[in-house]
């Protein structure tokens, strides 16, 4: 059964700061990987998403890579600001049968 | 207009209700999912069906239900509502269409209060 985890549970920044989240996941076959942004009392926005052929994914100050070997994806974010405060899933398609999530990284950048 | 709609947005109920969550999409695509969102669990997957014939059990499915009446509707149903089933539920799509960069486009939510 696939399980994925992420790192830390929540995060708080100055702003300008470069931050990296984690996400860690136990069984490498997988479709793809997702990072997706959660605002309060709203559904998720896929924000990047890394096929299994795929080391990385670039989306503005944001950069996801993927090392499926290991179970493990990053995502960095660059010069943080705070209306990137949000809480931050990454989830794994397991061959399009269905998408396990992470219990997400609650970020929050300080002015 | 939000391409992936849910109805009602928020819900207060009784132990031993029934109750409906309605899902509407109009992206067009064939795939269509229902999860439950709890503190520190993320979300969980409880039902998912891949077009309108199609119908599979999620991770969590036990005490619901599900009907895929037309390619853009799929609702979940609470057949005896219990407490433990308090929690922020989400509707969502994707198109199989897409291959492997088939992403998940969410719904805003319900969020369901069982007393």
């Known amino acids: 059964k696939q399980e994925v985890t992420q790192i830390p549970a929540a995060l708080s920044v100055p702003e300008g700061e470069n931050l990296v989240l984690n996400c860690s996941f136990t069984d490498s076959a997988i479709y793809n990987l997702q990072w997706f942004r959660q605002d309060p009392g709203k559904g998720l926005t896929s924000l990047l998403l890394?096929?299994?052929?795929?080391r990385e994914q670039t989306s503005g100050r944001l950069n996801a890579s993927l090392d499926k070997s290991s179970g493990r994806s990053t995502l960095y974010i660059a010069a943080s600001q705070p209306g990137d405060s949000a809480t931050y899933l990454c989830?794994?398609?397991?061959?399009?049968?269905?998408?396990?999530f992470g219990p997400g990284t609650r970020l929050s950048v300080l002015p | 207009d939000a391409d992936v709609t849910q109805t009602p947005r928020n819900r207060i109920t009784k132990t031993g209700k029934r109750i409906m969550l309605e899902c509407s999409q109009t992206?067009?695509?064939?795939?269509m999912y229902w999860y439950r969102q709890d503190p520190g669990l993320g979300l969980r997957l409880i039902y998912y069906s891949f077009d309108v014939k199609d119908i599979n059990k999620g991770e969590i499915s036990d005490g619901y239900s599900v009907s895929r009446q037309a390619q853009a509707k799929f609702s979940l149903s609470l057949e005896s509502a219990i407490p433990n089933q308090t929690a922020l539920y989400f509707c969502a799509t994707s198109d199989s269409r897409t291959g492997p960069r088939e992403t998940q486009y969410f719904g805003p939510g319900t969020r369901l209060l069982v007393l």
């Open positions: 890394i096929q299994s052929s795929q």
């Open positions: 992206k067009g695509h064939d795939r």
């Open positions: 989830a794994v398609d397991n061959y399009g049968q269905n998408f396990v």
